[in-house]
DNA sequence: GTCTATAACACGATAGAC
DNA sequence: GTCTATCGTGTTATAGAC
């Protein structure tokens, strides 16, 4: 696509299939997309992938962990103020957890032009067997373990179990608003007047609201009111 | 896999074909999965998936059309049910309307031997170039479209633009429990102690209850109370 | 309806010149 | 580091016998 008279552009090759695999993985799937495709928009040639990764599924799992790398990072960040903030014996409550949990993602998912490309990645490593079960590294867990931990400190009537429940169901909540916000992603159901344009602060308060209220809720045996 | 000697299992090659294709479909996408795969997997020939459906591309229209097709007709029951109670004078409040959006998507995803299957054949739909836009009927949108006008009903203080941000939030819920259930699907963190199996009570309960709570809170712009 | 055989094609990967 | 040319493999789809 792009011609190489650009010095910028010809930069870094590496850097730049890359980033057209982003795109090209998003909109045609990681199994159906192919090589030539990735290397003609990145203005590089299709050897230069086996050069720079040693083959397309060593390219898959590097853009995978640039995109789980980057939400871990930020997540990490929000979490340690968080933490140092209870720490500190403030009573941070729900709300900032949550953000800290969800506005890393949204970021992702709402930054231009790559967001809706990102979150389309994010939906396939799941199911895609060209995504290796083991790229989550251990730190990703250890991530989540804090944020079940620090949703335990704030709700302490619920087993961890139910906590468990309800984490899955934010994290859902959150990768499904983004979804549907990205014209990548098949639409299964259009309604009328879907928004498929969101800024992060309206998406992030939009999902802190649901879960913040999905979590106050009393343990599923009981009823409503708690 | 199953021999041909059992005149039952001989009855419809078709069928057979079908439900060896949601298995694999489901544990290798629909890009990478090939024919010989599932032809072998049903005791079937190669050729006769070109005889029964036209190509590769309508076994998977098929596939997903009758998933699509289930989850359709069990949520139009529920909510023609939901819908008279409502005409008769009834309140039948929140939770019965959501068990009406729930309940037909979790037994489908929690149903053995397949229901794992089911789900990461949903979740595919949402990304697979393989899947035709044109999928979802219309009917599929008109059942969405009176689940958002019930929901108006019971939450007259919310705007259509909120309710819509809320049903996203509880479909993606929905879906990201069910797929965390799934051993099919690659489970990026992995959690001490998820449980990855449930009945469907279960898990409707637990989805019930998250999801009342978050359509019950106020509006994004006001704070929690209300 | 079911099978074998094969056509026609596209892919990832690599060797080797520059 | 980058390119051309090519190898080897595996795919869908189909023609034609049974």
Redesign the interface.
């Known amino acids: 696509m792009s011609r190489l008279s650009n010095p910028v552009e010809q930069a870094d090759t590496r850097a730049r299939i890359l980033h057209a695999a982003v795109d090209i993985f998003a ?6 997309a192919t090589l030539k495709e990735i290397t003609e928009a990145a203005g590089a040639n299709i050897a230069a992938v086996n050069y720079y990764f040693r083959s397309k599924d060593e390219l898959i799992r590097q853009v995978m962990a640039d995109l ?1 790398g980057r939400v871990n990072r930020a997540r990490n960040v929000a979490l340690l103020a968080y933490e140092k903030a209870v720490a500190d014996g403030k009573k941070p409550g729900l709300e900032p957890l949550l953000d800290a949990l969800i506005r890393p993602m949204v970021h992702l998912g709402t930054e231009m032009p790559q967001g809706a490309a990102n979150i ?1 990645l994010l ?9 290796p ?1 083991d ?2 590294s251990s730190e ?2 250890v991530i ?2 804090r944020f ?1 931990a620090a949703l335990a400190r704030i709700l302490p009537h619920l087993t ?3 906590i ?3 984490y ?10 983004l ?2 916000l990205s014209p ?3 639409q ?8 498929r344009k969101a800024d992060e602060d ?1 998406v992030v ?3 802190i ?12 045996g009981t009823t ?1 009111a708690q």
């Not at 299964?188 to 928004?195: F, G, Y």
């Open positions: 909109s045609r799937s990681f199994e159906s789980f389309s939906m396939q490593a799941r199911v895609s067997p060209s995504v079960d790229l989550s990703d867990d989540h373990e079940i961890r179990k139910e468990i429940w309800r899955n169901c934010a994290r859902g909540a959150m990768i499904f608003v979804a549907e990548n992603i098949h299964i159901v259009r309604l009328a007047d879907t928004q309206t308060r939009e999902l609201v649901f879960t913040t209220q999905g979590f106050l809720a009393g343990s599923a409503l």
